[in-house]
């Protein structure tokens, strides 16, 4: 990924090429911030306006060699697992310098809202508790200590979705949950 990305709401977002445009989430980890994409279609005007103003909870689950993002919004719950070892080495580290965190410093988040044909619909940007700042660092640098491979990560990807049937009855079972802008 660029340093940056362009997004503006009512166009092509810059990762649709490369992010599958069903429902669900991902996580995409960029130097301003970590960004958590959404694609939902169709979306009403309802849905758009809902993501944009109604607040967000957060929450993380462990997995072997990795966890996974857990989001409730207005309009859906959902989860994207995400391992740094299946990044590029490049990729592979947190969109900040840990040594520069204070127990009080708060992670950014960056939602952004598409629709099938990968248009942007609706951005958003809130902050996390230090909390769950301090678990998330936590988690992936447990995760690079794991080695796992694609293989053994896609299986730890199957038996979360077994045990997880939902990202409802994930977000129940998080080790840290927080709302947006705590």
């Known amino acids: 990924m660029n340093d940056h990305m362009l997004i503006a709401v009512g166009e092509r977002h810059p990762l649709a090429a490369i992010i599958a445009l069903n429902d669900g989430m991902r996580a995409a980890y960029h130097p301003s911030g970590i960004n958590l994409i959404i694609v939902m ?19 993380l689950i462990r997995l072997r060699g990795g966890y996974a993002w857990l989001l409730r919004t207005g309009i859906a719950t959902l989860d994207a697992p995400y391992s740094p070892l299946i990044e590029a080495a490049g990729q592979r580290h947190l969109p900040w310098r840990t040594d520069d965190t204070t127990p009080e410093s708060r992670a950014a988040v960056h939602l952004h809202l598409i629709d099938g044909k990968g248009i942007a619909r609706a951005l958003k940007m809130v902050t996390v508790s230090p909390q769950f700042t301090r678990m998330l660092e936590r988690l992936h640098f447990e995760a690079q ?31 840290v949950v927080c709302k947006g802008g705590d």
């Open 41 to 59: 279609d169709p979306q009403s005007e309802a849905d758009v306006k809902s993501f944009r103003e109604d607040g967000m909870k957060f929450g």
């Open 145 to 175: 200590e794991t080695a796992i491979d694609p293989a053994l990560w896609n299986a730890e990807i199957a038996k979360f979705s077994q045990r997880f049937p939902t990202p409802n009855a994930a977000l129940k079972a998080a080790v």
